[in-house]
């Protein structure tokens, strides 16, 4: 298992959740949503570098039968913009599916409703989203999902 925090990004189309790793890589924690808008990728590459983050993972909602459909695409591209701001800091794409009905179960388990719930989601959701690949990788020893390439070499 590679050393050092990760940051998970769960996109949404208002809201971005944000979750970061401890640096052993064992634990996914939430960290914050970002508002979708001017200045929210910057705030998104501000916690990576305070982070000193290894890298960033960001979720591709596919389909129940893996297709992707426009909120993947959205998400690549989000993705990409991500990759540019935080460069040379690689990002990875890793399947998210069922990872906001995951989150959504935690915290009505949690006993968190209605808008207390809908203010977390995202970060619960960034939370599934990278502690799936902190497992993935520990338990095949390879980094998970699939890294984005944005041609720049």
Not at 9 to 28: E, F, Q
Not at 100 to 125: I, M, P, S, W, Y
């Amino acid at each position: 298992m590679r050393r050092g925090v990760r940051i998970g990004i769960d996109v949404g189309d208002a809201r971005i959740g944000v979750a970061r790793s401890d640096p052993s890589g064992l634990i996914a924690t939430p960290v914050e949503t970002v508002r979708r808008g001017p200045g929210d990728l910057d705030r998104i590459a501000t916690i990576a570098a305070e982070e000193e983050a290894l890298e960033l993972v960001v979720g591709l909602p596919r389909s129940l039968s893996g297709r992707e459909g426009p909120a993947a695409g959205r998400a690549r591209e989000l993705a990409r913009e991500i990759a540019v701001k935080v460069a040379p800091v690689p990002v990875r794409l890793c399947d998210e599916r069922l990872s906001t009905v995951t989150a959504e179960a935690v915290l009505r388990g949690q006993g968190r409703k209605g808008q207390k719930r809908r203010a977390v989601v995202d970060q619960a959701a960034a939370v599934v989203i990278l502690q799936n690949a902190l497992d993935t990788e520990r338990s095949t020893g390879a980094a998970p999902g699939e890294a984005l390439d944005l041609g720049l070499s």
